[in-house]
């Protein structure tokens, strides 16, 4: 397949945009690479992609440019004509969405808008983007399914997210383009963003610093490899969404539809205290963590915890690489990376 995979410059981006190559789909690339994080970490994981393409034979192209600019990807579209997208472009980040919401608006709702009328203009096949379990918000009805409301986000990004799962509804019934949103369960491992918990952590912790615990380590969170969660959206993007035939209006389920519409959870399934956590990186390095507890911040939601059922249902995948696994494979590319 050909494949337009934005954010190939960002985490899962990379790590998806690298499988798809792998197994041989020509991909197009597209992002703005912004200075959100450190630009070189970003021009690394593009440097690595275009060497995969080179090494496989596989089709790849990159496009560097922001999704808010609706002639520059309808140019992009139309050049390329991609039979399937895989829509990972997003500003991320809880805290910032406090700092600075019209980052989110620009990326996250712009961008997201220009991506439908994309794939609805050029008759892309199936479009799979990155929602968030942050959409559960104020929910505290454990585990998360897709059966519940999402209607009480606790920051401006989670917001931002749900009128993307919004937005799809509204093509895939407009205009039945197929759609799958995600929603990720807090991702980490190999070439991971800066500003997540476990490149913090680690940082710190070889620095000899005290790291920030917020909630005084109360926090749980169902962490999840970045590799399962690659395997998820490429097995989901595989197996465009179709019409649910059991799907009542009069007691209507929120996370399919009669129209060509679905929403997975996309997560390990197994909660992790946060402070079991941290002895997971302190075991992975040999050094021992100071500890700064601090309250719960403004935006943060306590614990996630992700029923799985349907996403393994429909693609027959579970992720399951337990912790300890994954913190070390991390940890191995940390200090190759940064030569410690």
């Known amino acids: 397949m050909k494949v337009l ?5 960002g985490f899962i981006g990379f790590h998806t945009a690298m499988r798809l190559l792998e197994r041989g789909d020509s991909v197009i690339g597209f992002d703005v690479v912004n200075d959100y994080y450190d630009v070189e970490l970003k021009e690394r994981r593009l440097e690595l ?5 080179r090494s496989t034979n596989a089709g790849y192209s990159f496009i560097r440019a922001n999704l808010a600019d609706l002639p ?13 997208v895989i829509n990972l472009a997003a500003q991320a980040g809880v805290r910032y969405s406090l700092e600075n919401p019209h980052a989110y608006v620009e990326s ?3 961008g997201f808008t220009n991506i439908l009328e994309g794939c609805r203009r050029f008759d892309v096949e199936h479009l799979t983007y990155a929602s968030t379990s942050s959409v559960y918000g104020a929910n505290q009805n454990m585990p998360f399914s897709e059966q519940h409301g999402v209607d009480h986000p606790l920051q401006f990004y989670a917001a931002t997210k749900r009128a993307n799962e919004l937005m ?3 093509y895939s019934h407009l205009y039945r383009l197929p759609t799958t949103g995600l929603r990720f369960f807090t991702v980490y491992g ?4 800066p500003d997540m918990a476990l490149f913090l952590f680690t940082r710190k912790i070889l620095a000899g610093e005290p790291i920030p615990v917020f909630n005084h380590g109360h926090h749980s969170r169902d962490f999840t490899f970045v590799d399962d ?5 490429i097995r989901a993007n595989d197996r465009p969404a179709a019409p649910d035939p059991q799907w009542n209006a009069h007691d ?12 997975f959870n996309i997560g390990n399934g197994s909660p992790v205290k946060l402070l079991a956590y941290i002895e997971a990186i302190e075991e992975a390095l040999g050094i021992k963590a100071k500890l700064d507890l601090l309250p719960l911040q403004p935006g943060d939601v306590p614990d996630t915890y992700a029923d799985t059922g349907r996403l393994s249902e429909a693609v027959d995948y579970r992720p399951a690489t337990p912790v300890k696994e994954g913190v070390g494979r991390f940890m191995d590319w940390y200090r190759a990376y940064y030569e410690v």
Do not use: Y
Request: aromatic content about 6%; glycine content about 6%; cysteine-free.
């Open 190 to 193: 190999p070439w991971g963003r």
């Open 229 to 233: 969660i690659v395997e998820g959206i």
């Open 49 to 53: 992609l275009a060497e995969k393409a």
């Open 168 to 170: 799809a509804h509204a």
């Open 108 to 110: 996250n709702l712009t």
């Open 72 to 84: 520059r990807l309808t140019e992009a579209f139309e050049e390329h004509r991609p039979d399937r």
């Open 5 to 9: 995979v934005t954010g190939t410059a």
């Open 252 to 263: 209507p389920d929120p996370a399919t539809s009669n129209a060509p519409f679905r929403v």
